[in-house]
């Protein structure tokens, strides 16, 4: 099976500009998850998608949101970008386990940039 | 709410050689979830073990066990024959499968390991 996927793997962008980011699970996962690593605060929960629906959310401003499509890709905007955005922005895939819960499967990531 | 310390920041071991690279964590849960995952250099997040709760048995996997103590709350990580492709970040990961809703993953600071030649 193909891995978790993300696009694009770099972005550079102005403050006050808006991203997209992309990701496409591994074949067969409902569940997508994002989280943003930076050297500060480390890797952070961003929220999860399982089935077109935000089933989970962290501790994060209004203008970072997201989308997952029936084909259970998803994407995650952030708004009115800030310095501090800057980040390694990871996408997870996520394999049921038999005793619940999940196993969760990292794409390479998106390095964005902000200047 | 849940927390994962890793109070080790770095580490170094000589290749061939055994490391064990530490991890506590802080729940009031009861079933749980632990991960160990790796991140090379190159930046891909790559899962290496995980302990259910549940579970007295340590996980293994090839090169890579851990020594899981609930009442302590501990989980280590222990890397035997340590090759240079272990050179990597290796944060360790909690979650409770209570629900569909807590699927995220709580991850400590992690830890640089490397292997010298």
């Known amino acids: 099976k193909a891995g978790v996927t993300q696009t694009p793997r770099y972005l550079i962008k102005t403050r006050g500009q808006q991203v997209t980011l992309s990701c496409s699970p591994i074949?067969?996962?409902?569940?997508v998850s994002w989280y943003q690593q930076t050297p500060g605060q480390g890797l952070q929960f961003l929220f999860e998608?399982?089935?077109?629906?935000?089933?989970n959310k962290g501790n994060f401003p209004g203008r970072f949101s997201g989308r997952q499509f029936s084909n259970s890709r998803s994407e995650m905007n952030v708004s009115t970008l800030e310095l501090g955005d800057s980040a390694l922005y990871l996408c997870a895939s996520s394999r049921t386990l038999l005793a619940g819960g999940y196993e969760q499967y990292f794409g390479p990531g998106t390095r964005l940039t902000v200047t | 709410a849940q927390t994962v310390t890793q109070s080790q920041p770095e580490m170094s071991v000589q290749e061939a050689e055994t490391v064990t690279l530490s991890c506590t964590y802080d729940?009031?849960?009861?079933?749980?979830?632990l991960f160990w995952y790796k991140q090379p250099p190159s930046r891909q997040m790559i899962l290496v073990i995980r302990?259910?709760?549940?579970?007295?048995q340590n996980a293994t996997e090839n090169r890579f066990s851990v020594n899981f103590q609930k009442a302590a709350k501990s989980f280590s990580l222990k890397i035997s024959d340590s090759q240079l492709g272990d050179t990597a970040m290796y944060f360790c990961?909690?979650?409770?499968?209570?629900?569909?809703?807590?699927?995220?993953?709580?991850f400590g600071k992690g830890i640089t390991l490397s292997v010298r030649p």
């Open positions: 302990q259910e709760a549940y579970k007295q």
């Open positions: 998608y399982f089935s077109e629906t935000q089933r």
């Open positions: 729940t009031s849960e009861s079933n749980y979830y």
């Open positions: 990961a909690f979650m409770t499968p209570a629900t569909g809703a807590n699927s995220k993953l709580t």
């Open positions: 074949s067969g996962h409902r569940s």
